[in-house]
Every structure is written in structure tokens, then in C-alpha cells.
T-cell receptor, first 117, second 119 residues
Framework: AQKVTQAQTEISVVEKEDVTLDCVYETRDTTYYLFWYKQPPSGELVFLIRRNSFDEQNEISGRYSWNFQKSTSSFNFTITASQVVDSAVYFCALRRGSTGTASKLTFGTGTRLQVTL | DTAVSQTPKYLVTQMGNDKSIKCEQNLGHDTMYWYKQDSKKFLKIMFSYNNKELIINETVPNRFSPKSPDKAHLNLHINSLELGDSAVYFC??????????????????FGPGTRLTVL
């Protein structure tokens, strides 16, 4: 069975602080895909990144960076110099690496990030 | 230019009524999904269609019936609405694209959500 754990329910930081959102996953598949989505207060779900299990390179996109470590089954997300606009609920998700019924996303419970001035 | 759209955005109705939510995507994707987000923000898959064929049907009451008239549309009909059906329902779509070495599964793009409130 697939499982995603986001142990941090809520994080509060002051603007310009760096913050890391943790994601730990469980799967028996050798091929799988990991995702991060952002849900701002307006409610939509915004895709941030996809990572394939066979590509352990970390990725940086502006102030966002992701650290994928298969050895610890973790896919952590760091925001550098956080801003108020980063305030949102962030979801980590897992997808199996096959078709059909495996195409669904299994989501973590989300981490609410509050960035204040 | 909206990629995945849903109507209506808000739906308030009485217990026992029947209602539908519509979803359309203009991304040319071959797979569409319905997810339910409860009051604690937990997101769970309900259904998925691939090229109009039902491929995922999670443990959902049979009062919920999805219909996919074509690849670009996936509607959700709910009969005899109950208080516990109150939630935000998200439609999503994705495309499996082939690359050298095998399939490559792309991310799912979500609609804006439909907030259903059952009174």
C-alpha cells in the first residue's frame, strides 16, 4: 500500500526565514513518482514539482528547492527567504509507476505554512 | 485559457436532493479524476476515467455516479445528498506520454474545486 506522511501539521515563520516541509513516503514499487502541490487560501491546487524515483537529483526553482532521498524515503521541500505569499497548505503526493488503477495520487495530510511579517 | 474548469464553484443544497458537478479540460489529456477534500483538508481519490473508460472506483457510495461523455469531460452526479457529502470536490486531468525507455507519467492538473454544502 502507498502512504505519504507529512508529520508537520502547521508551521509558522517570520518573513525571510527559511523553512523546510517534510515528506516521508512508503511504497513497495521500484518506480514511482512524487509530487508537491500548493493550496493557497483561495483554494485551488497548484502543481509545484514532480520527481521520478529513478532521478535522485535535487532541484532548485527560485526560492524553492527539493531534496529527494530514496535511502530515507523522503522528499522534503525548502522555501528560502519565505514571503507572506507562501502562506498556504502544502501537500506531498505519491503515484505508482504504472497505468490504470495506479494512476491515482495518494496525498499526505498537508502542512499549513503561515508566514507573517 | 482555463486548463481544467468546474461548474459550479459553490453548491448549496438540501439533504435528499440530487446534484451534478461538471468538469472540462482543454489540455488534450486522456485521463480525468475526481477527488474529495474533506473539512480537515484530506484529499482522496474517488474516480478516474481513461479515454472514457472507468479505471478507478474507490470505496464510494453508489449514490455517486461519474459520467464521461468524451475525453475532455468528466461529470459527477450525486443522488440523495447527505450531510456527510459536504466537501470540496476537485476534478483533475493528466496525460501519459511515451518517452524512450517507457511511459512517463505526468502530473495531474486540478480544477478550481466545487464547494458542496448540504444543509
Amino acid at each position: 500500500a502507498q502512504k505519504v506522511t507529512q508529520a508537520q501539521t502547521e508551521i509558522s515563520v517570520v518573513e525571510k526565514e527559511d523553512v523546510t516541509l517534510d515528506c516521508v513516503y512508503e511504497t513497495r514499487d521500484t518506480t514511482y513518482y512524487l509530487f508537491w502541490y500548493k493550496q493557497p487560501p483561495s483554494g485551488e491546487l497548484v502543481f509545484l514539482i514532480r520527481r521520478n524515483s529513478f532521478d535522485e537529483q535535487n532541484e532548485i526553482s527560485g526560492r524553492y528547492s527539493w531534496n529527494f532521498q530514496k535511502s530515507t524515503s523522503s522528499f522534503n521541500f525548502t522555501i528560502t527567504a519565505s514571503q507572506v505569499v507562501d502562506s498556504a497548505v502544502y501537500f506531498c503526493a505519491l503515484r505508482r509507476g504504472s497505468t490504470g488503477t495506479a494512476s491515482k495520487l495518494t496525498f499526505g495530510t498537508g502542512t499549513r505554512l503561515q508566514v507573517t511579517l | 485559457d482555463t486548463a481544467v474548469s468546474q461548474t459550479p464553484k459553490y453548491l448549496v443544497t438540501q439533504m435528499g436532493n440530487d446534484k451534478s458537478i461538471k468538469c472540462e479540460q482543454n489540455l488534450g489529456h486522456d485521463t480525468m479524476y475526481w477527488y474529495k477534500q474533506d473539512s480537515k483538508k484530506f484529499l482522496k481519490i474517488m474516480f478516474s476515467y481513461n479515454n472514457k473508460e472507468l479505471i478507478i472506483n474507490e470505496t464510494v457510495p453508489n449514490r455517486f455516479s461519474p459520467k464521461s461523455p468524451d475525453k475532455a469531460h468528466l461529470n459527477l452526479h450525486i443522488n440523495s445528498l447527505e450531510l456527510g457529502d459536504s466537501a470540496v470536490y476537485f476534478c483533475a486531468s493528466s496525460q501519459v506520454s511515451g518517452l524512450a525507455g517507457g511511459p512517463y507519467y505526468n502530473e495531474q492538473f486540478f480544477g478550481p474545486g466545487t464547494r458542496l454544502t448540504v444543509l
